[in-house]
């Protein structure tokens, strides 16, 4: 063992300061992303100067917040290869449970919530062994979480716990609140993809499979362990959402799933698996959040915004291509 | 050669031979009806390298799959240090392959990719560190100059840098038995090639087993202390190394030893004058080729061969897509790829759509199609080959070789002068086969030419002309009976003509070399 770790005695290739130019194309569809973040911020304030005080950011910022998680869910799953088309509903079925078992008992609401993360894990395992299109899957998962919330609750309603309004309406000096919960799941995000153990056999799994099986490891387990954390993620996204809103709706979150694909790409993430960009997609994630707070500063006509934010949102896949194409 | 400045084989001859790491004994394996193990017996012994030479099917990547403990073999056994292992038994813990395809994750680091496969002889704590730091001493021990570094992920690395990580990482672990190392100077330079060969020479000084497969055979010769010689699944000869010429070893394989240069390609020669050119590559070089010249005539069959990968594809993608300068066809074309399920097949259609998919359009008129006519095409081609099933049953109902008759009825069904096959009968079974192959003569009586490239070699008999292939070249061009399979063989192990080795070696500067491949032996 101490054999294989020793020092080495001469390292030819020395750690330079200056990224690679490998580096540079990968960071930059995040940077190109953040360049649009940045533009939109700049719209937004020269519209409406308050938007540069702490209140302002925080308020451009929290409707983001629970989009950017589902974000790092849905970039979790991606790093294995797989798609998620069922965390729109989760994460409004997640508001449903937090505006109802969760204020009559608080225990029942967790439990029930922790089986909605193990409903993630037998997914995963199903996906796994049946060898079911993820697509499929999770797409076929959206209309049972769908039901089970339409049977919870039907209209829209009901009021979350004490503790997690006050989550929603803490508003802390010197700093915009918001920030506070992007930076930190992007963090742990960042911890468990990137820098774990598990991160690595999960992005080895959308990497190469083959290379995985033969280094001895469990293709099931990294998938699994890949879709527990979506689940929970989804429903840390649920809770942010329901703090905001004040309440349960099965269908508030149902444009997560393509909006939360489309983070993962902006952030440099890719539908072939293998790359997990956590940095990248809070970024991207807090882009596309940001565009229909742009749109409605601009006075676009609420009609037309969808459309308006598919262009920008293009516009920006465009600028990631060019870029890329530069630094080849 | 360029592993010149390895002491002479005397030299580093050990007294008694080693105790047996992995030992194969009477290991068959059939998959579906080839069979590619017909009855193994193969010892490798601790402080040994063992090479392992073999043509195309002949059965060395699944008997290095059995013997790493990857698969299980029908019958027979392989025992690990004496103790009976089944596949993915701990005792196969210390057999480590380096695949020649690699086996690493491109998205991930070096250092996440040794982490991956030895992780359980790396610390918990620090283990990216601990990863990264093993790859580097591993890599400066085996590769000085490796210009890698832990952090570069693997898809930023050029071939023979990845090449590097394989080795590597297959060699990283706490207790080495048995080191495969499949074709691992492919895409490695002359100097990386022989810092590796002093290391696997370390190697063995310390007792581990080393089992060398490549097809350069004077590679083989110059490092192995032992050869053994598949052939059809078995191993008909197990030689010292000392004494073997590359003669002797082509021999063993069923190659029969041609004069050097017997028999070089003439750019002309060959192609009868009467014959108009349909299809032409003028010295096309570049994506894997260098200075390629094919000319495929008017009802001709033309057939490419050499070892698996030595540019035979390349030749068909460039008749297929003329793009460049260097290719002139003149004619339709039509491809039939070889793997079929990958891209050949349409499973949700059913037969009948399947074959008649690239003739629809010269029997559509006006865009419109007329399903009559294509009823008649396509029960003319089933009865013709008998396809089993017929024309309404669907394409996944079928057996492999049946699908594999759909396949090349569609390239002939349409009106292409030209068909290229790209190894379409690999597992087919014999019957089919020789329904194809008459299917093709007949065609090509007809006037149609045929470009085929074929991994058996026993199918080059059906060409009129044909040319090997060895590392994007034309090595060869036979026609008429100097077709033979020996003679295949013969050509395409062939080392590269005096000059460029020659040059190899030159380019090669002398270094510093590890203590313990000079003084071992």
Redesign the interface.
């Known amino acids: 063992?101490a054999?294989?770790?020793?020092?080495?005695?001469?390292?030819?290739?020395l750690?330079t300061a200056l990224p690679?130019r490998?580096e540079l194309r990968r960071a930059a569809p995040a940077a190109v992303s953040a360049v649009a973040m940045a533009v939109m911020v700049a719209v937004c304030a020269s519209l409406q100067p308050d938007v540069l005080t702490v209140p302002g950011l925080s308020l451009v910022l929290s409707a983001t917040v629970p989009l950017v998680i589902a974000a790092q869910a849905q970039m979790t799953l991606m790093s294995v290869g797989d798609i998620d088309l069922g965390i729109g509903a989760f994460v409004g079925l997640v508001t449903v449970i937090a505006a109802t078992s969760l204020v009559s008992s608080p225990v029942t609401g967790a439990l029930i919530l922790l089986g909605l993360v193990a409903a993630y894990t037998v997914l995963g395992v199903l996906v796994h062994l049946r060898r079911v299109p993820s697509l499929i899957a999770t797409l076929g998962a959206s209309f049972v979480w769908m039901g089970l919330g339409l049977s919870v609750l039907p209209t829209p309603g009901g009021t979350t716990p004490a503790w997690l309004a006050a989550f929603g309406a803490w508003q802390p000096a010197g700093f915009p609140a918001p920030l506070l919960p992007i930076l930190l799941v992007a963090a742990l995000v960042y911890l468990l993809a990137c820098?774990s153990?598990a991160g690595?056999?999960m992005?080895?799994l959308?990497?190469?499979p083959?290379?995985?099986q033969?280094?001895?490891?469990s293709p099931l387990a990294a998938r699994a362990v890949a879709y527990t954390a979506t689940g929970a993620l989804g429903v840390l996204s649920g809770l942010v959402l329901a703090s905001q809103t004040g309440g349960g709706d099965v269908s508030s979150a149902s444009s997560y799933t393509l909006m939360t694909v489309a983070a993962v790409i902006l952030g440099g993430g890719s539908f072939r698996?293998?790359?997990a960009v956590p940095w990248g997609v809070a970024i991207g994630g807090v882009t596309l959040g940001l565009v229909s707070v742009v749109l409605s500063l601009l006075d676009v006509p609420t009609a037309l915004q969808s459309a308006v934010q598919g262009v920008i949102v293009l516009a920006v896949l465009a600028g990631r291509v060019v870029v890329g194409k530069v630094l080849r | 050669m360029h592993l010149d400045n390895i002491p002479p084989r005397e030299a580093r001859r050990r007294g008694p031979d080693g105790a047996p790491v992995v030992t194969a004994s009477g290991v068959t394996k059939t998959y579906g009806r080839t069979r590619a193990l017909t009855g193994v017996d193969l010892e490798v012994r601790a402080g040994e390298v063992l090479g392992l030479v073999g043509h195309n099917g002949a059965g060395k990547s699944t008997l290095m799959r059995v013997l790493a403990g990857?698969e299980s073999c029908d019958e027979g056994r392989v025992t690990v240090r004496g103790r009976h292992a089944a596949p993915?038994a701990a005792a196969f813990r210390g057999v480590r392959m380096a695949y020649q395809e690699t086996?690493?994750?491109?998205?991930?680091t070096v250092a996440?990719?040794i982490?991956?496969?030895?992780?359980h002889?790396?610390?918990r704590l620090r283990?990216?560190r601990?990863a990264g730091?093993?790859a580097?001493?591993r890599l400066?021990e085996m590769f000085?100059?490796?210009?890698?570094?832990p952090?570069?992920?693997v898809e930023?690395l050029t071939l023979a840098r990845r090449q590097m990580v394989e080795i590597a990482r297959a060699s990283?672990v706490?207790a080495l038995d048995l080191l495969i190392l499949d074709e691992p100077t492919e895409s490695l330079g002359p100097d990386a090639a022989r810092s590796l060969y002093d290391h696997v020479r370390s190697l063995t000084a310390r007792g581990v087993a080393v089992l060398l497969i490549s097809h350069r055979i004077g590679e083989v010769l110059s490092v192995a202390d032992r050869v053994a010689v598949l052939r059809d699944g078995a191993v008909i000869a197990e030689r010292p190394a000392a004494g073997l010429g590359e003669h002797d070893v082509l021999t063993l394989m069923g190659a029969q030893v041609a004069e050097r240069d017997a028999h070089r390609p003439a750019p002309s020669a060959g192609l009868p004058a009467d014959r108009p050119v349909v299809a032409e590559l003028r010295g096309a070089t570049g994506s894997g080729l260098r200075d390629v010249s094919v000319r495929v005539g008017a009802g001709e069959v033309v057939g490419l061969a050499g070892l698996a990968g030595q540019g035979q594809q390349d030749v068909l993608e460039r008749l297929w897509r003329p793009a460049r300068r260097d290719a002139k066809v003149r004619a339709t074309r039509a491809y039939v790829p070889g793997d079929r399920q990958r891209s050949g097949v349409l499973p949700l259609w059913s037969v009948a759509e399947n074959l008649v998919v690239t003739a629809m359009r010269g029997i559509a008129r006006r865009g419109l199609r007329r399903p009559a006519e294509e009823r008649e095409v396509v029960r003319s081609w089933v009865e013709r080959l008998a396809i089993r099933g017929g024309a309404d049953a669907a394409m996944t109902e079928l057996s492999g070789g049946n699908q594999q008759k759909v396949i090349v009825a569609r390239a002939f069904a349409s009106s292409a002068d030209l068909v290229l096959l790209d190894d379409p009968f690999r597992g087919v079974d014999v019957h089919t086969k020789t329904g194809l192959y008459r299917l093709i003569r007949e065609e090509a009586a007809r006037g149609r030419s045929v470009v085929w490239y074929s991994s058996e070699n026993a199918e080059m008999a059906h060409c009129d002309r044909v040319y090997v292939l060895r590392a994007g070249r034309v090595v060869a061009e036979l026609s008429g009976d100097e077709i033979s399979e020996e003679r295949i063989i013969a050509v395409s192990f062939a080392e590269p003509d005096p000059p460029t080795a020659a040059g190899r070696a030159q380019g090669a500067p002398g270094r510093e070399r590890p203590q313990e491949a000079r003084n071992h032996g």
């Open positions: 063992m054999d294989l770790t020793r020092a080495p005695a001469l390292s030819p290739a750690p690679t490998a820098r153990g690595v056999r992005r080895a959308g990497s190469n083959v290379a995985l033969r280094a001895g490891l698996g293998g790359a | 990857l993915g086996s690493l994750c491109p998205d991930l996440e990719n982490w991956l496969s030895s992780r002889c790396l610390p283990r990216r601990a730091a093993a580097r001493r400066d000085p100059g490796h210009g890698v570094s952090r570069d992920r930023d990283l706490d």
